[in-house]
């Protein structure tokens, strides 16, 4: 079953939309419900769950590749983990539409990282692709009238949000 899937990248891209986009809608359902704490936890649990039904037969393997990237395993983990709970956290304190322009903001915090850390030069298409992935998060975001981005409140849910997107950024980068 892994094989068929695998050798079709177009549905493996289809997937991992319907994913990132279920995470934030379950994240909006239950924000009211479970805890960040909980939600995070339980999202992991069950991943972890069905990763381990489908690489049962592979535990060798897996222990193999685990000594050789550790480091790749832990910060996955622990970015990721802290990314949703960041995400799941700011989702109880803010807006869905600053949900979606802090979010946005990765690729933008992953290409100044690279810059910073790295020394990478920004090259011209990337700058531009910067840009035009910032405006549609913006457009898209506000529903098309930008004047409702002016009325933006800055609170503490943006603030984990940040957090949660400069984690993500970090893995991204490490």
């Known amino acids: 079953v892994l094989v068929y899937f695998w050798n079709r990248p177009v549905i493996l891209l289809i997937l991992s939309t319907l994913f990132w986009g279920g995470n934030a809608v379950a994240g909006r359902f239950a924000v009211d419900q479970i805890s960040p704490f909980l939600l995070t936890h339980l999202r992991w649990f069950i991943l972890s769950v069905i990763l381990l039904f489908i690489y049962r037969n592979r535990f060798a393997e897996a222990r193999a590749l685990f000594r050789m990237g550790w480091r790749g395993f832990v910060l996955g983990g622990v970015a990721l983990g802290a990314f949703n709970m960041f995400f799941y956290m700011a989702a109880h304190h803010t ?9 946005g903001s990765v690729p933008i915090i992953v290409i100044t990282g690279s810059f910073i850390f790295f020394r990478e030069r920004i090259r011209f298409l990337q700058f531009w692709g910067i840009l035009i992935a910032l ?18 409140d800055l609170n503490i849910g943006d603030l984990y949000m940040l957090v949660g997107c400069a984690l993500f950024a970090g893995y991204t980068l490490g």
């Not at 807006?95 to 979606?100: D, F, M, Q, V």
């Not at 506000?142 to 409702?148: A, D, T, V």
């Open 135 to 152: 405006a549609g998060v913006l457009v898209l975001a506000s529903g098309g009238q930008l004047e409702r981005l002016l009325r933006i």
């Open 95 to 103: 807006t869905a539409i600053n949900l979606g322009i802090l979010q």
